[in-house]
């Protein structure tokens, strides 16, 4: 037997996370070991899991195992991995509870495919939980949204995520989901990106992952952070932050040396390069050109020490003494086409370490394009798992579901060289060690037949009473406001002088 019991006292062994699964017999190969990561990974999730842990782990198998979409939170209970009824699911959603932190070092000791340079990629990035209606669940934000057709934003109420995934070199659809954080009213997004970044980078270090003395991590962000605001917060840290910027933003050199003999006060920037000014571009120090399979011929210019000017407002505004120059290298990347698109617009990229070499500003584009993978992640716990289905009031339930989501694709992400090609008529055979996850999926099934079932059966019970017929909720529930809910200690500056 391979699969012991679990201890009788497991609920108070927090201290038992990663031994399990890191602790294999490293004499086993192929299949005998893929199943033994799996089955101590499974282990590892229901001591994670504290009440209601077997009604929250057969949601969570039965995730797993459906083959098909998930449209509502009640059609689990109809799949065979799920003992419970649709109304205890909800109950362990709503009352249960999700050990985060032991859950988070469990994932983090899932095996990571390497790169050839050896580096780790990570992918930052928020993804929405759209509530519109749900006028009943508090600390709902404005989350942006992009519709169809260009122009067309839209601002709509809902629960803010904050992912970190590790990305897989090649062409995959796959990411493993590393940690997930709901942005509340009182969040900072890069301030809750920056603690995600430490804390993933920790914990890949405790479960081996990095070593010291290992290439620096690479952390690659789409628009919309603050790149030299996350690239302070990461100070002192082994990573490198790379992210795409605005077309319209503007960039400074160094300052040249004070002359000998100069009155007043020495610069604190040089020239000027607006990225949407092809005037003001100097000679680049780097020039690369690579061929590609997928986007044709790569051409990528690069000016290193350039930093961005910042103002005493926003999230600098409470900064301790003068403001910091931080400096990186600015890439242009220019392909021949985009799939999708009719024009391929260059792309703006700023990297915080790397410096003027061909190979250092050809592995930071590249990576950035690999950022993209984390886009497949989101689409498949949306649109195939229903990570967004399920209509719940609290917060508190959102965050549960959405961890049982990522345990969910953690298992098909340990099962995918495990699983048959099960596939559909109409679709083309997949070579061995390139199923997607939704093919995973399909064939789970046979594989759990194979793999320990810790949670216990359900007791038999009867259903309440309910509410009387005939009678009025005399208790309705509370309506939160939408968005933001930190006010100011004292106006701002353009408040005061409108006021005045």
Known sequence: ????????????????????????????DGADRGMGLLAEFRRELYCSLGMRRDALFEACDALACRPERVHMLAELCLEAECRRGHGGLYDALNRGEVRIARLRRALDAVPLRGWDD???????????????????????????????????????????????????????SWALPLDAVRLGPADDATEVTAAQVRDVVARLAAAGHWKPGDPDVIVVLDSGYDLTRLAWLLDGLPVDVTGRLRSDRVMYFPARPREPGANGRPPRHGRKLDLSEPATWPDPAVATRTDTTRYGTAAATAWPRLHQQLARRAAWEHHQGELPVIEGTLIRLKVDRLPGCRDAEPLWLWSSRAGAADDEVNRAWQAFLRRFDIEHLFRFLKQQVGWTRPKLRDPAAADRWTWLVIAAYAQLHLARDLAADIRLPWQQPCPPGRLTPARVRRGFRRIRQDLPVPASAPKPSRPGPGRPKGSKNQRPATRHDVGKTVKREEPSKETRRQAG
């Open 1 to 28: 037997m391979i699969f012991g019991f679990l201890p009788q006292n497991f609920e108070d062994t927090e201290a038992v996370a990663v031994a399990f699964i890191m602790s294999w017999h490293e004499n086993e």
């Open 118 to 172: 050896g580096r780790i990629r990570l992918a930052c990035d928020v993804s929405n939980w759209l509530r519109p209606e749900a006028e009943t669940s508090p600390e709902r934000l404005f989350c942006h949204c992009y519709a169809r057709g260009r122009g067309n934003a839209q601002m709509i109420p809902g629960w803010p995520y904050s992912w970190v995934a590790a990305l897989e070199p090649g062409r995959t």
